[in-house]
């Protein structure tokens, strides 16, 4: 049985839709409570089995290597570079070098799960006893469908569907299902040349979910309704809410918030009572 020892962290985006805070500092070391958002998806990959991490950088955010490397010394760091922003799929490529002919996960650092058994280590579980790929997903609303990836499929257990079919940001009404593809895949070593042969797609950036669904029938292909929860950090409102939320659940930080959340409710309804 093949075990998954190496991930990917694809962290050379440009930000832009948290602009202006991602002007000058990456979006990764955003303060997401008290540490780096991406160092969330490091302890997860760690957490979850994962002993060599390659991390897809741009030269303007080379903070992000000199942050990781001084604050993870027990896991094996990689870096790889993405120059130009051609989209998910390229990403993944730049890190090929890094990578052997092995199974690989990949998460996105700018997306956060939170349950007691990381999400990761989840889709790990599936792959370990059927060496199929994995990819997790959650169902959405479909008027916002067209924002991910979406697969097809047959269940066949708790939570876990056989993928037929993938395809990426579809029209609502064309859409296999409302299961979208969120942060967090185990891959086969195949996915690579797939992606070097994938063309542009929308946007004109090389897409994973296009790599994914030329290879799928190859080989079986799973998707996993994770569980816990999920937050989109790439966005404002979301990293906001993750802020807020997470903060009122730490050990050290929770009851002082929890005091100030109660004070301020207080207070908007003593403004609003007010004639």
């Known amino acids: 049985m093949t075990v998954v020892v190496q991930a990917v962290i694809p962290a050379a985006g440009q930000g832009t839709r948290m602009l202006p805070a991602t002007a000058v500092l990456p979006k990764e070391l955003l303060p997401l ?9 490091v302890e997860e990959a760690i957490a979850s089995g994962i002993t060599d991490i390659i991390v897809v950088l741009n030269s303007a955010k080379l903070q992000i ?3 990781l490397t001084r604050r993870f010394a027990g896991v094996r760091l990689a870096f790889a570079f993405q120059e130009e922003a051609r989209g998910l799929g390229h990403a993944v490529s730049c890190a090929a070098a890094c990578l052997g002919d092995r199974p690989f996960a990949i998460l996105l650092p700018d ?3 939170v349950d007691a058994r990381p999400c990761l280590r989840q889709l790990l579980d599936v792959f ?3 060496q199929g790929g994995v990819l997790a997903v ?16 047959d269940a066949c257990g708790s939570g876990l569907i056989k993928v037929t079919d993938l395809v990426e940001k579809p029209k609502p009404e064309a859409a296999p ?5 969120v942060g967090r895949y185990v891959v086969h070593p195949d996915l690579l040349p797939a992606l070097q042969q994938t063309p542009p797609g929308i946007k004109g950036e090389i897409q994973l979910t296009d790599a994914l669904r030329t290879l799928n029938g190859r080989r ?13 950090v790439g966005n404002t409102r979301d990293y906001l809410r993750a802020n807020l939320e997470l903060g009122l659940e730490s050990e050290e930080y929770g009851d002082d918030l929890v005091a100030a959340v109660r004070a301020w409710i207080r207070r908007s309804r003593d403004r609003r009572a007010r004639p």
Not at 177 to 181: E, F, G, K, Q, T
Not at 220 to 232: E, I, K, S, T
């Open 65 to 67: 290597k000199e942050h």
């Open 128 to 130: 370990e006893p059927t």
């Open 111 to 113: 997306e956060i799960f």
């Open 220 to 232: 079986p292909l799973f998707a996993q309704v994770f569980a816990g929860r999920r937050y989109d």
């Open 138 to 153: 959650q169902r959405v609303p479909r008027a916002a469908i067209g924002r991910y990836g979406v697969v097809g499929g």
């Open 33 to 41: 409570v008290d540490r780096p958002m991406i160092e969330y998806a």
């Open 177 to 181: 299902s409302d299961l979208a593809i």
